[in-house]
C-alpha cells in the first residue's frame, strides 16, 4: 500500500496492537517486488493490503512459498490480486463492507437532494436569480430506480422502503424475488428507465454492464429525471449523458467517471445541473481506520483458525465491483 494510506488504515494505536499480534516483517508501506521487497514476501505468512502498492499475481506469488492468507484492508480486491491467488489456495479477505456504509450514504443523500431538484436549483441560482426547475420535486409519489443490488445497492434499498420511498430496481443476478425480499417492485432496465424520476446505479464494472445506460436508455427517462453513478464510470455513455444534461432535460450526479478524473475541458464539469465529486463517496480520511480495526480482528479470526468475515470467493469476482 502507499505510505500515507498506511498512516491512515493503521494509526499508531493501531500499529501498536498489529505488533502485539502478529511478527511484522517491516514497519514500512510494500510499494515495489524487488529487493527487499522480494525478501519480505518470501517470509510472509499473511498480507496485509490496501490502495496503492503491489499486485498480487502470478510472479508476486512465485517469490510468496510461505503465503496462506490476504487481508485487504479496502474496498473491491479488482485490480489488486489475480485469480492465480485462489489457484494458490491462499485465503482472500476483504473490507469493502466497511467501505460500502459511507456510499450507501452518500447514494441515499444525493437521491434526497435529487428529489428536491437541488442540483438545477443551486445551478440556476449562481446568476442570482430564483429559476423554477420543471419535472417532479418532493418525495411524494416520486419513483426511484435502482440499478443493481448487491451489496450497496440492496442496502440502498432498504433504507429507502424503510422510509417510505417507492423504489423499483433491476439485477438480473439477485432476480426479481430477490428483488422482491428487498422491497422494490422488479422492472426490466428499459422500463426501469421509463419510470424512473431519479435512477441511481449500483451495478459492478464488467462486460454486460458497459455503457448499460446509453444514449438509447437516457432518451427513455422522463423530462426533469436525475441520473446519480455512485459505483463504476463505465456503466455510463458519458458522451450521451452530457448531451441529455446540456438541453436541460436530465440531472446528473456522479461520484465516479470514466476516464477518472474527467478532462479539465469536459462539458459535464462545466454544466450547472451537473454535480461531479472524486471518488468522494468511498471511505475517507479518518474513517479509514475503519478498516484497520477490520483487518486486524480478521487477522486475529485467520490465527485463530476461525472463518474469515469478509471471505472473498472466487466465484463472484466475475459479479462484484
Known amino acids: 500500500m502507499w505510505p500515507d494510506v498506511l498512516a491512515d488504515v493503521f494509526p499508531a494505536p493501531l500499529l501498536d496492537d498489529l505488533h502485539r499480534r502478529a511478527e511484522v516483517l ?32 502470478t510472479e508476486a506469488l512465485r517469490h510468496a512459498p510461505r503465503l496462506k492468507a490476504i487481508i485487504h484492508a479496502a474496498g473491491s480486491v479488482k485490480g489488486h490480486l489475480t485469480s492465480e491467488v485462489w489457484d494458490a489456495g491462499v485465503l482472500v479477505s476483504s ?16 437521491i434526497f437532494l435529487a428529489s428536491h431538484r437541488v442540483i438545477s436549483l443551486a445551478g440556476s441560482y ?4 430564483f429559476v423554477p426547475v420543471g419535472g417532479r420535486q418532493g418525495k411524494v409519489g416520486l419513483r426511484v430506480g435502482i440499478v443493481g443490488a448487491s451489496r450497496i445497492g440492496a442496502a440502498v434499498i432498504r433504507s429507502l422502503v424503510a422510509e417510505g420511498w417507492h423504489v423499483s430496481a433491476f439485477d438480473p443476478v439477485v432476480g426479481d424475488e430477490g428483488l422482491r425480499e428487498l422491497g422494490a417492485h422488479p422492472l426490466p432496465l428499459d422500463e426501469l428507465c421509463r419510470t424512473s424520476d431519479i435512477l441511481s446505479l449500483h451495478a459492478p464494472s464488467i462486460p454486460e454492464t458497459d455503457r448499460m445506460i446509453d444514449a438509447r436508455r437516457l432518451a427513455l427517462l422522463p423530462d426533469g429525471a436525475t441520473v446519480i453513478n455512485t459505483a463504476r464510470g463505465s456503466l455510463i455513455d458519458h458522451a450521451a449523458l452530457e448531451a441529455e444534461c446540456r438541453t436541460g432535460r436530465l440531472d446528473a450526479i456522479l461520484d465516479v467517471t470514466e476516464p477518472e478524473p474527467l478532462p479539465a475541458g469536459s462539458g459535464l464539469l462545466q ?11 468511498g471511505i475517507q480520511g ?26 472473498v470467493r472466487r466465484e463472484v469476482l466475475s459479479t462484484i465491483a
Not at 473490507?95 to 444525493?110: D, K, L, Q, W
Not at 454544466?271 to 463517496?281: E, G, M, R
Open 26 to 57: 517491516s514497519p514500512r508501506a510494500m510499494v515495489t517486488l524487488d529487493g527487499e521487497g522480494l525478501e519480505l514476501l518470501a517470509r510472509a505468512e499473511v498480507l496485509i493490503t490496501s490502495w496503492g502498492g503491489v499486485t498480487i499475481d
Open 95 to 110: 473490507a469493502v463492507e466497511i467501505g460500502a456504509v459511507p456510499v450507501v450514504e452518500y447514494a441515499r443523500a444525493m
Open 126 to 129: 449562481r446568476s442570482g436569480t
Open 271 to 281: 454544466l450547472p445541473n451537473v454535480f461531479v465529486s472524486p471518488h468522494a463517496a
Open 286 to 311: 479518518s474513517e479509514r481506520a475503519l478498516m484497520g480495526a477490520f483487518a486486524l480482528d480478521e487477522l486475529q479470526r485467520y490465527v485463530d483458525g476461525e472463518a474469515l468475515h469478509g471471505l
